[in-house]
């Protein structure tokens, strides 16, 4: 018998609203005990900063380049490979509960399969998808095709209109928000805490867990929607944190001349997007200007966020004790990671696109091994990705990586880290939308984050971005064109190119907005 795994994964959560990172606004003491007993990772990067492109990079093992999930909108192949199918064939039950999103969400003609599964009804898809025998599917509301939505219609329709909705009438994402401060897609949603997706998610992974003997093996991905805006935890738990309370983020910087200083020294598209001159990412309202983003929203954005990261928190403890109950705890592997993180407020910015920077990139990441395996806990320090999540489960499971795979088995200290050259990570975007083309490649190595700009709508190909981020932890400032880092930065430039994959052929389309 194998080690089973429970993977878990949020969506768009920063690295510090952990307590074991650091974080001291939410309350989160089941990830932390997981952290305690576990190895945590302290640079573990997403290989996109967008949710479809990282969340095949989590199920393939490959960059977006390869699996060809380039942006959001661009669905991935239902042939694509995927670690799921790997446990699958070795006798693994496989379950994914909560947002899969491999395939648009827009699809209001049901085109594509993993929208089609719940049609007609809340039941579980019960066959093979991507390896998953099991299946219910959830997103950030109640509407679209997936089974929180019909389970919602069928049982509770009464709370349906208490959510936010993203889409106006003209499928415009809103950046109305109806909070105390006005901050963008802070909503009061007066669903009951027990009617919510994060309940709804942590309730189907335990049902589903307890179909299960104890000698059979699994591999069961819990994927939470939150803390992804909109912002409208039930309004019964609010209360949590007072927002007025909320000190304010370390990234944000309260002088206006100070923070558009510091834009107007990174690549033009930072200041044109701050300006609402320029939208690269669909999921950032198109009416919504960053530079009117008052501190009292920021304070109030962090505080709604914190508290979904404590729902969080305490759903997953939820599973773990029901996991102890079971009698299998001490066989299980938990890992707990998140696709990309949330600007929340530094630069004075909110949401996600183009932007290279820690709030976005620095994520984290705990495995918590299970005691059988004899791993003790350690903190890494060495730079990982996504992308070494799909040869760690096949680890876990006694099966060797698949050479499509693109990564390698997470280490479980620094020096497992030195020994098999952990020595940097690297991140891609590639965007074309609203006209506007922006391609960026990205290594973090020794101390540096270095970022180059392929040519696009507002780039020449010249520009990029360089931070030191010991003396620089808060990329405030861009080094690329200091004459003293010139061989740093050229040095760094070069080894993006030689570790990426190269793959000439024809771009996969677009096909969907998100």
């Known amino acids: 018998m194998a080690r089973k795994i429970l993977f878990i994964t949020t969506d768009q959560q920063r690295y510090d609203t952990l307590g074991c990172n650091g974080g001291t606004l939410a309350s989160t003491p089941v990830v932390d005990q997981l952290a305690r007993t576990g190895v945590r990772f302290e640079r573990a990067h997403p290989q996109s900063v967008v949710c479809m492109p990282s969340r095949s990079t989590m199920l393939t093992g490959q960059y977006p380049s390869t699996h060809g999930v380039w942006m959001n909108g661009v669905p991935l192949p239902v042939a694509a490979p995927s670690v799921a199918s790997v446990l699958n064939q070795v006798g693994y039950r496989t379950a994914l509960i909560g947002k899969a999103h491999f395939q648009p969400f827009l699809d209001p003609f049901l085109r594509f399969e993993e929208n089609a599964m719940s049609q007609g009804s809340a039941s579980p898809l019960l066959g093979l998808y991507r390896g998953f025998e099991h299946m219910e599917s959830a997103a950030h509301g109640p509407v679209g095709p997936f089974h929180y939505s019909r389970w919602l219609l069928e049982n509770h329709p009464e709370v349906i209109g208490g959510f936010y909705s993203v889409l106006n009438s003209s499928f415009d994402v809103n950046s109305e928000g109806d909070g105390d401060t006005g901050a963008p897609q802070v909503h009061v949603n007066p669903v009951p805490k027990e009617l919510y997706h994060t309940d709804w998610v942590a309730d189907r992974t335990i049902s589903w867990l307890n179909t299960l003997g104890n000698d059979e093996d699994w591999f069961c991905w819990m994927s939470f929607p939150d803390p992804h805006h909109p912002w409208d935890p039930p309004q019964s738990e609010v209360g949590r944190i007072n927002w007025k309370d909320v000190p304010l983020p370390n990234g944000y910087i309260e002088s206006q001349s100070q923070r558009e200083a510091i834009l107007d020294d990174k690549p033009r598209h930072w200041r044109a997007w701050y300006d609402g001159t320029l939208i690269s990412n669909y999921e950032a309202p198109s009416s919504w200007v960053p530079a009117t983003l008052t501190a009292d929203q920021v304070r109030e954005v962090n505080a709604r966020n914190a ?174 064109g200091d004459p003293s880092l010139t061989s740093i930065r050229d040095g760094l430039v070069d080894r993006i190119w030689e570790s990426l994959p190269r793959h000439p052929g024809k771009r996969r389309i677009l096909q969907a907005p998100v």
């Not at 773990?320 to 407020?345: A, M, N, P, R």
């Not at 795979?405 to 200290?413: H, R, V």
Request: with cysteine; hydrophobic share 35%; proline share 6%.
């Open 307 to 480: 508290v979904e990261c404590e729902l969080i928190d305490e759903a997953i403890g939820r599973v773990i004790t029901s996991l102890i109950e079971k009698g299998c705890y001490d066989d299980v592997d938990v890992i707990f990671t998140t696709d990309h993180g949330e600007l929340q407020g530094d630069f004075g910015l909110l949401f996600k696109g183009p932007y290279h920077v820690d709030g976005l990139m620095r994520l984290p990441l705990i495995w918590r091994p299970a005691p059988s395996a004899g791993i003790r806990p350690s903190t890494v320090t060495k730079p990982v990705g996504l992308l070494d999540l799909a040869p760690t489960f096949c680890q876990i499971a006694g099966v060797s990586p698949q050479s499509w795979m693109e990564g390698k088995a997470l280490p479980i200290s620094d020096e497992d880290a030195t020994n098999r050259d952990f020595s940097c990570v690297l991140t891609e975007w590639d965007s074309e939308l609203f006209g506007v083309n922006v391609h960026l490649r990205t290594i973090m190595a020794d101390q540096w984050v270095c970022t180059t700009y392929q040519p696009g709508t507002s780039h020449d190909g010249s520009e990029g971005e360089l931070y030191d981020i010991v003396q620089d932890p808060l990329q405030h400032h861009n080094r690329w």
